[in-house]
């Protein structure tokens, strides 16, 4: 009868202590991270964009487009010009400085990269839980939905879209406290997103799929949890690492469809991001090649940056996919 | 599949006639036409009538293989397509043939020679092939190849009325494969990486199996075991995903068909997008739909013929 009331809590008290002392998951795999130099090096990439997005404004010698600065090396008769130490990047056949317009360039970039990663991975996190936990009825129709968007190219409806809601926007930056939205880039990243999801949809409910049959799943079950309790407490914990590491593609593959569709002339008409810096420069790419070099360069290795960085969160988040 | 098909003309027909007239775009550049003018042509396309009217007229006429008139020039969107789609199957059958006949060697060896110089070059390839846009490639060879070097076309498809030189002899075929090698660079490029790495990760798996020792004890050679043995249980996911990418490798296209001005669909599409041409935008994008739905079929048939465990219903 002496027995303590509450020992499971007990229990649990003596639980977090053991695992205070040990390393936890996240240190472990910041560990095996350390050592995966591709890994490193995209995510040193990624910080020096993201250094290089925060000071635009200092670092770039010119300011960016609708401001008539913007246009300086015009007036001074050094329009098409090729690489010099003055502008390194050269300067376009409207006479900006390509290096101050790549430069600015990283901001709608790194815009484009996180808006779309957050809707994309929410949307396939959602399907994937879903589908995956309810089975059944659900899983068959939600499955043939991604079919259908994973059979059938995408990009197609990106453009048609991006077309479609390029002839209607409303003004080109919304006022949110002081920070100016580009509103038909917005646009562009929701359908990006609405179209990214299917693929990493499935991989997600293959996770689920296999973690429901695991018998700490089906203990919780037993004991009488809830749905809710076992997706949020026990699976969404498990298949964290893949979405994070996931997310880190999405980024990659984000970064190159919207340049490919600004590239095509279906961006925002009033953002000048990297794919409209090069969609400009088509034109005359054989004289002034300079024009579209560096830009593609910038989303070459920006792309290149978040797969090493996805490679390497990959190799450390889940060592049971290593060979 | 025919839910597919209905699915995706439903999601382009609603979403392009939401977004406005048709006639007003197409006749923007145009000051001196009148409304009346105007009404004429959509009266002629028959777009006063209610929009699921329009697609019910469309689709009876999809049924009977009309896709209607372009809105500009008036030419049969069926001729048109007509006129394109050998130039875009060209294309692509070479790239995906040639990218399977470089992917399947490279992936073994890289699966074979793991953790070695070349399996690291493999790899490394691989992640540059997936991070580089397919336009800013293509842009890097027609620098170098055309306009620097001069030794191939920078863009179309065919070179007449004055056929590519190659080495100094002007031959049609010779001149379309000249036409072809910029284009199917950039295309097998950005698809190789895919095939490579999932054909190792599928090599590296199977060739830790039991059959593959017993093979060896056996004295078989190792080629045969590569090539037989294991390549054929390897090479199911790579199949799939061919299945998959079919679709995308058309999409793919809308970008370098642009980039090279190769007279295809994909270039077609964006044009058509453009201009909001719709008749011929629906045309594409069922053919296209059509094309996946048959390159599909095709697939399943080779799953069967490659794993026999594999039964069609």
Known sequence: MDRPKNNFRIGERVMSKIRRRGASQWAVAWRRFKKHRPGLFGLGMVIALFIIAAFHNVIAPYPARPHSDAFKPLYEGKAAQPPSWEHPFGTSVMGTDVFSEVIHGSIYTIYVAIMVTLITTTLFVLVGLISGYMGKFVDDVLMRITEVFLV???????????????????????????????????????????????SYARVIRGEVLRLKECEFIQAAKSLGASSWWIITRHIFPNILPQVIVLATLTMASAVLVEAGVSFLGFGDPNTITWGRLMQEGFQDFSTVWWVEVFPGLAVFLTVLAFNLLGDGLSDALNPRLRE | ?????????????????????????????????????????????????????????????????????????GRPVNEIIGSLVWETAKLQIVSIVLSFLISIPAGIYAAVKQRTIFDYLIS???????????????????????????????????????????????????????????????????????????????????????????????????????????????????????????????????????????????????????????????GITMIIAIMILIANLIIDLVYAWIDPRITLE
């Open chain 2, 124 to 282: 490394g390839i691989s992640i540059f092939g997936i991070s580089v846009p397919v336009f800013w490639f293509g842009i890097i060879l027609i620098l170098i190849f055309s306009f620097h070097l001069g030794i191939l076309p920078s863009a179309g498809a065919h070179g007449a009325p004055y056929l590519w030189p190659v080495f100094g002899i002007r031959n049609e075929i010779l001149d379309e494969i000249a036409h072809l090698i910029l284009p199917a660079t950039v295309l097998i490029f950005s698809s190789l990486a895919y095939y490579v790495r999932l054909l190792r990760a599928g090599m590296l798996e199977v060739l830790r199996q039991d059959y593959i020792l017993a093979a060896r004890a056996s004295g078989i050679s190792e080629r045969k075991i590569l090539y037989k043995y294991a390549l054929k249980n390897a090479i199911t996911p790579l199949i799939t995903l061919l299945g998959l990418s079919i679709g995308s490798m058309l999409a793919g296209a809308p970008i370098t068909e642009t980039v090279f001005s190769w007279p295809g669909l994909g270039r077609a599409y964006v044009t058509a997008c453009e201009r909001l041409d719709f008749p011929l935008i629906m």
């Open chain 1, 152 to 198: 059938f190219p995408s990009l197609l409806f990106i453009l048609l879209f991006a077309r479609i809601y390029q002839l209607a926007i409303p003004e080109p930056f919304w006022d949110l406290f002081g920070i100016k939205i580009p509103v038909g880039l917005t646009i562009v990243v929701i359908i990006v997103s609405i179209f990214g999801w299917p």
């Open chain 2, 1 to 73: 599949m025919i839910p597919l098909i209905l699915g995706i003309s439903l999601i382009s027909f609603f979403v392009m006639y939401a977004a406005g007239d048709p006639i007003k775009i197409a006749t923007m550049g145009n000051p001196s036409i009148t409304e009346a003018q105007r009404q004429f042509l959509r009266e002629y396309y028959g777009l006063n009538d209610p929009i699921p009217l329009q697609y019910l007229r469309w689709l009876d006429h999809f049924i009977h293989g009309d896709f209607g008139k372009s809105i500009y020039g």
